[in-house]
């Protein structure tokens, strides 16, 4: 199956009514994308673990609670989220 991308642009002799060009195809389009990144082999290397970040952690009528999350993948279908939040500014509810 082959996906045509049309670039339409204002500028250039080209432009203007009645003015066809032909343009790249999806295929194309991501083969470059592929190339410029290192190749099918590089981005197949990837697990796609992201770097630990900061969250803070919103209660209604509580402070705010602050802490760390850190997100992993692995291909095909695995996952982790782990949220360390500091709890010690939290005081329990009486009932």
Partial sequence: M???FVAMTG???CSGPGAVRRGQTADEIVEKHLAAVGGRAALS???GQWPPDTVVV???GRPDIPGSVEISRKAPNK???LMKLDLSGVRRRRR
């Fill in 2 to 4: 082959t996906r045509t």
């Fill in 11 to 13: 500028t250039g002799p």
């Fill in 45 to 47: 290397k990837l697990t």
């Fill in 58 to 60: 919103s209660a209604q």
């Fill in 79 to 81: 996952g982790r989220t």
